[in-house]
């Protein structure tokens, strides 16, 4: 009994079930208020039928000139059929006498004792519930009093009740039994997408793509954005892992040479006090690469926890504050041209980070006798910042690897070129979070140039 209502509870909240619910609710609904209404309009116009006929009745009796009782008695039997009288009729003359038509004395026995209709006073029902239209009138001083049989009116308007009901509980089972199979064959696209689902435990796997079913639409569409997520989600998963390889690697090297001299020292520093400068020197440049390293990822791990706060930031400031920081570390030539009073919606930190990067970046792979421009101009529209370099420029294929965390466009890898590989990967985060454009482009000599494109206005 337990197993049974756990599985009616789970079948409670299929689509299969909560459409032919639905319909069924729906189809209750809609055909209640039609059988309502089309019930009301047959009963009215039926009862309207009635009242003309008792009208109609009226005025042939009040036309009639009759005026004793026997003369009265032979005009109301004219009127009413004595075998199957629809009428009743009974005149009060005068004198107090009464004239019956067929079979109305013993109807009005028990007159007074009737009920009638809240709604229509001028029906009354005896007790085996045989409903009368009553219709009373007087005129010259002869008072008429008309029953007419609605009997044959009720009858209708059962038939019709039981005709309505019938194609309720039919269409109700019919239409369920449609619905379900309908909503079963609609559902059969996400039942196929949940199997396959879970057959691929491993949503890692390169291999795994959802079927996209081309009917119904939003099947369709769910199937294309879950595909489109799985591949992100993947992207993202091998970006981490090589990530995580790439940083570990990193670190290898460095904690490595400091462990062998500190080892060194351990054995040798008693012996040969000569090898405690040099080893101390390159545990202190060592550490410092480390800290700069942890530095750079604790940076890009805040990019991913949350938004930044934007201000009114005055970039020509900011270019030419960064620039006059780095004029000491250059060692190629350095010429700087800003546009005054450039100011764009944006984060001061981030933004003087990107500047400082781009350049740190063209001192690592620029020559001593190089040059390297910093050129902030503007237009209708957008400033662009740019910061050119005459190095040894960047392959077409590396131009967006590059912006990758610990790609180097230097193949080899090795101390070189000083760097962690983190400072463009920072440079393109803070470029996503100002939602603005970055591009490399060879510079026309030799050389690669930087450009940022911010919105003005």
């Known amino acids: 009994m337990k197993k049974f209502r756990v599985f009616l509870q789970k079948q409670k909240n299929t689509t299969r079930f909560q459409l032919t619910f639905w319909y069924m609710i729906i189809l209750f609904a809609v055909v209640f208020l039609m059988g309502a209404a089309l019930i009301s309009l047959i009963s009215y116009q039926l009862y309207q ?13 009040t036309a009639a000139e009759s005026q004793s009782k026997t003369e009265w008695q032979r005009t109301v039997d004219s009127f009413v059929s004595s075998d199957h009288p629809r009428y009743y009729i009974r005149v009060t003359l005068a004198s107090g006498e009464q004239v019956y038509s067929s079979e109305t004395a013993e109807l009005l026995e028990d ?3 009737w009920q009638t209709f809240v709604l229509l006073k001028n029906v009354l029902w005896e007790d085996r519930f045989e409903p009368y239209y009553v219709r009373t009138f007087q005129k010259n001083g002869v008072k008429f009093l008309v029953l007419a049989d609605m009997e044959n009116v009720f009858d209708t308007i059962e038939k019709i009740i ?6 309720m509980i039919f269409s109700l089972i019919a239409g369920s039994l449609v619905t379900y199979r309908f909503s079963k064959k609609m559902s059969r696209p996400l039942l196929h997408m949940m199997k396959e689902i879970n057959s691929y435990p491993d949503l890692e796997s390169l291999g795994f793509m959802l079927t996209e079913p081309q009917s119904p639409q939003e099947v369709h569409d769910v199937s294309v954005s879950f595909n ?13 892992k090589r990530f995580i390889a790439d940083a570990s690697h990193e670190l290898r090297t460095p904690l490595a040479a400091i462990r062998g001299h500190a080892n060194l020292i351990r054995r040798r520093s008693f012996e040969h006090p000569e090898v405690l400068p040099k080893s101390l020197d390159f545990i202190d440049k060592e550490s410092k690469r480390m800290q700069v390293l942890v530095e750079q990822l604790l940076t890009l791990s805040r990019f991913e926890n949350g938004p930044i706060e934007y201000e009114d930031c005055d970039l020509s400031a900011i270019c030419l504050q960064t620039a006059e920081e ?4 250059l060692q190629q030539r350095f ?27 063209a001192q690592k792979y620029t020559a001593s006798n190089g040059t390297i421009k910093l050129t902030l101009t503007r237009t209708d529209k957008q400033a662009q910042l740019c910061v050119a370099d005459s190095g040894r420029g960047i392959p077409d294929n590396e131009k967006k690897m590059i912006f990758e965390r610990f790609y180097r466009a230097d193949p080899s890898r090795s101390s070189e070129i000083p760097g962690t590989g983190l400072g463009l990967a920072i440079v393109k985060e803070s ?3 100002h939602k603005v454009e970055i591009k490399v482009m060879d510079a026309p000599d030799q050389g690669s140039i930087f450009v940022v494109t911010f919105p003005l206005g």
Not at 49 to 61: C, F, P
Not at 162 to 167: E, K, L, N, S
Not at 228 to 240: A, D, H
Not at 326 to 329: D, I, K, R, V
């Open 431 to 433: 470029v996503l979070l």
């Open 111 to 113: 007159f007074d004792e």
């Open 335 to 361: 010429t700087v041209k800003v546009a005054e009073n450039i100011h764009i919606l944006g984060n001061s930190p981030q933004l003087r980070r990107v500047v400082q990067s781009l350049l740190d970046n």
């Open 326 to 329: 780095m004029q000491e570390l």
């Open 228 to 240: 489109q997520l799985l591949s992100l989600v993947r992207k993202n998963i091998q970006r981490e």
């Open 162 to 167: 039981f005709v309505i009901v019938a194609v």
């Open 49 to 61: 039928n009635t009242v003309v006929e008792a009208d109609s009745l009226k005025d042939r009796l």
